[in-house]
């Protein structure tokens, strides 16, 4: 019986908090527009999760463009096209690996960040304070690093699809001597805005997923260092977890 | 606020948690304008008594008076607007780390008022005067002491003028020196700003001294008060016990556990 309960246990639990993160989306959208009028509120979580995580990112970008050079130049060579280099690495960038790599990467470096500080300003009765001072936590605390999230993340997967197309172009053509024309003539024939707004969309939705993750974990971990760590790791595999399955999600409405 | 001679008045109070009966028909009047003491020891939901007048959790049943409005119907807004005019002490003090002494204790005023920079700045220094941190304007609150968190706190909490000031354990930790300045300031605070203070604590010496009135809560429920000194002479075992200090009383100083020499000797340790 323990067998056939604990997995019905566990499905309503996991409905109940899928239920309670959608209510607390309605909130921060509904925070929204009036935590837009204190812009410098938001324009220093932006600062926080987007300029804090540039090194990494474009570190990530261009690595991760020199490997799509080398991998695609390798393929590409067997059927004699290397010129088709430049936008196999541009579709592959702005479709898929940009957004992707960017919201992984973000959850880990500024997502842990959100949800370790949010949850420490619970465990040390920060957001008790502001309450008590008639001051919503939620609209003060929790929305500016939510919308900071939502708008740092399409930015940061812009810049490394740039850098990583800069690293295809480094080992494509500086390297492996293929047509500089080509390489870019090629990409901006068959790249197109459909292909660009498919990114854009993507980075959209993982941030918003990847930020509301990353708060909701914070403000409701148990305040204690342990639910703290708890929330922090949570975040991490939740965010992962959910970016691969909203790729795959959006990837099949664009099709 | 309602003018009637108690600012707070508690009826009939259920309160418990996952299943755990915290408070069972506590009734309370705090009287306005002075010094009351919540005193018991731990364990007895004396914070969550601060929480439920505050309403940071809501009480199974009975009610809640704050100035004469039902804190329980209060809407949002309406609750916000009479938490501005309580201050309230956290324990650790509760500073925003992420700003300075200076942001922190301005922090109220930038949120609830228009009021130019250079009044802020002298309702702030005019309040950390108060508390004599007027030279730790520009600190971090992580290069504060816990008594100097404390007293940076205690002049947040102030510096919207409130009605009733809640301090929460406010000794705990804290070195002899920090313990009497607090406790000076409990009571100067109270009677130039014309306070009403609630201060929750369990250190009988120091509370005694600043108190004009005090509540002493065990098992839920209220067993004991009256002036400091009443209680000192108060003719039950258990405010005998508490005021007294002893390990022997009504309050077991042991969690309940199976037979020592028994468990000592593996008996019932097998399992």
């Given at each position: 019986m323990k067998v056939l309960k604990d997995p019905w246990v566990s499905l309503i639990a996991s409905?109940?908090?899928?239920?309670?993160?959608?209510?607390?989306?309605?909130?921060?959208?509904?925070?929204?527009?009036?935590?837009?009028?204190?812009?410098?509120?938001?324009?220093?979580?932006i600062y926080n999760a987007g300029a804090l995580s540039l090194v990494i990112i474009?570190?990530?970008?261009?690595?991760?463009?020199?490997?799509?050079?080398?991998?695609?130049?390798?393929?590409?060579?067997?059927?004699?096209?290397?010129?088709?280099?430049?936008?196999?690495?541009?579709?592959?960038?702005?479709?898929?690996?940009?957004?992707?790599?960017?919201?992984?990467?973000?959850?880990?470096?500024?997502?842990?960040?959100?949800?370790?500080?949010?949850?420490?300003?619970?465990?040390?009765?920060?957001?008790?304070?502001?309450?008590m001072m008639a001051v919503d936590p939620i609209q003060h605390v929790v929305v500016p690093r939510f919308l900071g999230g939502v708008i740092a993340m399409p930015l940061l997967a812009a810049i490394f699809s740039m850098i990583g197309i800069y690293g295809g172009q480094l080992i494509g053509v500086q390297i492996m001597h293929v047509d500089a024309g080509s390489f870019w003539s090629q990409m901006r024939a068959s790249v197109g805005l459909r292909d660009i707004s498919e990114g854009?969309?993507?980075?959209?939705?993982?941030?918003?997923?990847?930020?509301?993750?990353?708060?909701?974990?914070?403000?409701?971990?148990?305040?204690?260092?342990?639910?703290?760590?708890?929330?922090?790791?949570?975040?991490?595999?939740?965010?992962?977890?959910?970016?691969?399955?909203?790729?795959?999600?959006?990837?099949?409405?664009?099709? | 606020?309602?003018?009637?001679?108690?600012?707070?008045?508690?009826?009939?109070?259920?309160?418990?948690?996952?299943?755990?009966?915290?408070?069972?028909?506590?009734?309370?009047?705090?009287?306005?304008?002075?010094?009351?003491?919540?005193?018991?020891?731990?364990?007895?939901?004396?914070?969550?008594?601060?929480?439920?007048?505050?309403?940071?959790v809501w009480p199974d049943s009975g009610s809640v008076q704050v100035g004469g409005s039902d804190i329980e119907a209060l809407s949002r807004h309406d609750l916000y607007?009479?938490?501005?005019?309580?201050?309230?002490?956290f324990q650790n003090g509760a500073l925003l780390t992420d700003m300075t002494v200076y942001e922190n204790v301005a922090f109220p005023l930038r949120e609830h008022t228009d009021l130019p920079e250079r009044l802020i700045r002298q309702l702030v220094l005019t309040k950390l005067q108060a508390v004599g941190?007027?030279?730790?304007?520009?600190?971090?609150?992580?290069?504060?002491?816990?008594?100097?968190?404390?007293?940076?706190?205690?002049?947040?909490?102030?510096?919207?003028?409130?009605?009733?000031?809640?301090?929460?354990?406010?000794?705990?930790?804290?070195?002899?020196?920090?313990?009497?300045?607090?406790?000076r300031l409990i009571r100067r605070l109270n009677d130039t700003l014309g306070?009403?203070?609630?201060?929750?604590s369990h250190d009988v010496e120091e509370i005694s001294t600043v108190a004009d009135l005090v509540f002493l809560l065990s098992g839920g429920t209220v067993v004991a008060q009256g002036t400091p000194q009443q209680l000192k002479s108060y003719p039950s075992e258990i405010v005998r016990q508490f005021m007294g200090g002893l390990a022997d009383g009504p309050v077991p100083f042991h969690y309940p556990?199976?037979?020592?020499?028994?468990?000592?000797l593996g008996r019932d340790g097998e399992t």
């Open positions: 409905l109940k908090s899928l239920g309670d993160m959608a209510r607390f989306l309605l909130r921060l959208v509904l925070g929204s527009p009036r935590a837009l009028l204190r812009f410098e509120l938001v324009s220093e979580q474009m570190l990530s970008g261009l690595f991760v463009g020199m490997v799509l050079g080398l991998q695609g130049f390798q393929l590409l060579q067997r059927f004699g096209s290397e010129e088709a280099l430049g936008t196999a690495t541009a579709i592959g960038l702005v479709k898929e690996l940009g957004p992707v790599v960017t919201a992984l990467l973000f959850a880990g470096r500024a997502g842990t960040a959100l949800a370790s500080e949010i949850g420490l300003m619970r465990a040390t009765d920060q957001l008790s304070a502001m309450e854009i969309v993507k980075s959209l939705i993982f941030g918003v997923a990847c930020s509301l993750i990353a708060v909701y974990e914070g403000y409701y971990a148990e305040p204690t260092a342990e639910g703290v760590g708890r929330a922090t790791t949570r975040t991490v595999v939740t965010s992962a977890v959910m970016t691969l399955f909203l790729d795959y999600l959006i990837t099949a409405m664009f099709l | 606020m309602n003018q009637s001679s108690n600012i707070v008045e508690i009826r009939a109070l259920n309160y418990s948690v996952s299943g755990r009966s915290i408070f069972s028909n506590l009734s309370m009047d705090i009287p306005r304008g002075q010094v009351t003491a919540v005193m018991g020891p731990s364990g007895t939901g004396k914070t969550t008594l601060l929480r439920l007048i505050t309403r940071q607007a009479l938490r501005r005019r309580m201050g309230m002490l941190l007027r030279g730790a304007i520009d600190l971090m609150p992580a290069e504060l002491s816990g008594g100097m968190s404390r007293r940076v706190a205690l002049a947040r909490a102030i510096v919207m003028d409130p009605e009733i000031l809640i301090y929460d354990e406010p000794f705990v930790g804290l070195d002899p020196i920090s313990m009497g300045v607090i406790l306070l009403t203070s609630i201060v929750v556990a199976p037979d020592y020499f028994g468990e000592l």
